[in-house]
């Protein structure tokens, strides 16, 4: 039999350290950092401190070669190694394999010159600096991209850029970013019209007007209005015309390093869900023991099962090149909406409690809700899928090879 759930001892050696780092280190200072009110500016000096742990420990970076100063982990690999370092939320931030950075990596890894990737790849796997992408814009719909408004306009040899921009993650602080623009006002297809561009920050004419407040508070989403922004020709990022492809190729992977940190917090919702039902006792008996919270549990366990099973065959089509679409647009909606259910019931499970504060899974669940929303929205993933199974029965009458193309 060729199918084989085991991971290879190299990679389950990576994983198995992954874990003892978070369990023995990260999430105890995390607890700790978080129950201090004040003092955050001590926050600083642990993060750094867990950061230089994680080179010590050889688990910076698993998403990206080892030339470049990490793990250099396949996508089947990152699967698990990522969902054990997101089972603290400190974990991706100290591995530097977090969004948005991680996908940047990609990034100028595959579409940066020599130059561009001397300048702003190293930085970024040598943690020196972060940075940002910024292509959605208040005024369309960030759903499709070719409506995008913010335009560069050739002058010489450096582009002009104006426009506006929000809910650009880590743009405060970021050292470059990559910004979408709209170029070409005749391209031969729509999704033709925009190209990337490296940014450096701050820059005169790259404006943050505010951190967004989102639901669960400000967390460096921010609102950019771009007024005259000059960027040298040298720092188009994959030729005029390549924006919309090079989202695109940014944000499959992306979209699945997503999914795997989001296994690592379903898992701990489900954790604590069962950790708080065997310990809760009413009207007679445990939690554990009444089948309304049974259902809880199970439902909360099938739906991550699958999820867990979802990510791995996406992440494995990727390993093989073969095409990943529809299996990745189908994870993210499946894992996306798991995380949110599974978080909802731990809080119903914790009564009182779950809503508060004196628990992790309040600030889970809002910020589980943005998952339905970025990185397309669950309407998006589902009409792409449902465009890719019709087609697939037209072809072949049959739906089958849109179902994941398994051996089924
Ligand atoms: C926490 C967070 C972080 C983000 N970080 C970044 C970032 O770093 N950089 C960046 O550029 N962007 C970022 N975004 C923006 C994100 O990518 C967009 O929110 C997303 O692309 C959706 O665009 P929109 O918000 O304009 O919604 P819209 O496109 O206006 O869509 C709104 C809703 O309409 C529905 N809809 C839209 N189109 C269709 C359709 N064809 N069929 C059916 N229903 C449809 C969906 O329900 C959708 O949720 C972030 C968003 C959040 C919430």
Redo the contacts with the bound molecule.
């Keep these: 039999m060729a199918i084989d759930f085991t991971f290879a001892p190299d990679v389950e050696e990576a994983r198995r350290q992954m874990r003892a780092f978070v369990q023995e280190d990260v999430a105890p200072t995390e607890e700790r950092l978080l129950a201090q009110s004040a003092g955050r500016t001590d926050w600083r000096a642990e993060l750094d401190r867990l950061r230089d742990e994680a080179h010590r420990r050889g688990v910076w970076m698993p998403h990206m070669p080892a030339e470049w100063g990490g793990v250099g982990l396949g996508p089947t690999a990152l699967a698990a190694v990522s969902a054990e370092a997101a089972k603290a939320r400190f974990g991706p931030y100290v591995v530097n394999c977090y969004?948005?950075d991680e996908g940047n990596m990609h990034t100028l890894l595959h579409w940066g010159t020599e130059e561009q990737k001397d300048r702003y790849l190293k930085p970024l796997c040598q943690g020196a600096v972060r940075s940002?992408?910024?292509?959605?814009e208040p005024e369309?719909?960030?759903?499709?991209p070719t409506l995008m408004r913010t335009r560069a306009t050739l002058h010489g040899d450096e582009w002009v850029i104006d426009g506006h921009?929000w809910?650009?993650?880590?743009a405060r602080g970021a050292a470059f970013a990559i910004l979408l623009a709209r170029t070409e006002d005749d391209p031969q297809v729509p999704q033709a019209a925009t190209s990337a561009f490296l940014v450096d920050l701050p820059s005169e004419g790259f404006d943050i007007v505010r951190d967004v407040e989102?639901m669960s508070g400000s967390?460096n989403?921010c609102e950019i209005r771009i007024v005259g922004l000059r960027v040298p020709t040298a720092n188009l990022l994959g030729g005029r015309g390549q924006g919309h492809r090079l989202g695109q190729y940014r944000l499959g992977p992306a979209r699945l390093a997503h999914c795997m940190r989001w296994l690592g917090q379903i898992e701990t919702a489900l954790d604590l869900m069962v950790a708080r039902a065997v310990d809760r006792y009413s009207h007679g008996s445990y939690l554990s023991e009444k089948q309304g919270i049974q259902w809880l549990i199970s439902e909360s366990a099938i739906e991550l099962y699958q999820a867990k099973l979802m990510v791995l065959h996406a992440a494995y089509r990727i390993e093989q090149g073969l095409d990943f679409l529809s299996e990745v647009s189908m994870a993210k909606h499946h894992v996306a909406n798991t995380l949110w259910r599974v978080v909802d019931r731990a809080v119903q499970v914790h009564g009182a409690l779950g809503y508060s504060k004196d628990s992790p899974l309040a600030d889970m669940l809002v910020q589980a809700r943005?998952s339905r929303?970025?990185?397309?929205?669950?309407?998006?993933h589902k009409?792409r899928v449902a465009e890719r199974v019709i087609e697939a029965y037209k072809d072949s009458g049959t739906t089958g090879v849109a179902t994941g193309d398994l051996p089924l």
Excluded: Q, R, Y
């Excluded at 940002?132 to 959605?136: I, K, L, N, P, V």
């Excluded at 809910?167 to 880590?170: A, K, Q």
């Design positions: 969004a948005p940002c992408f910024a292509m959605t369309v719909a960030g759903s499709d921009k809910f650009i993650s880590g989102t967390h989403h943005w929303l970025a990185d397309g929205a669950d309407e998006i009409w």
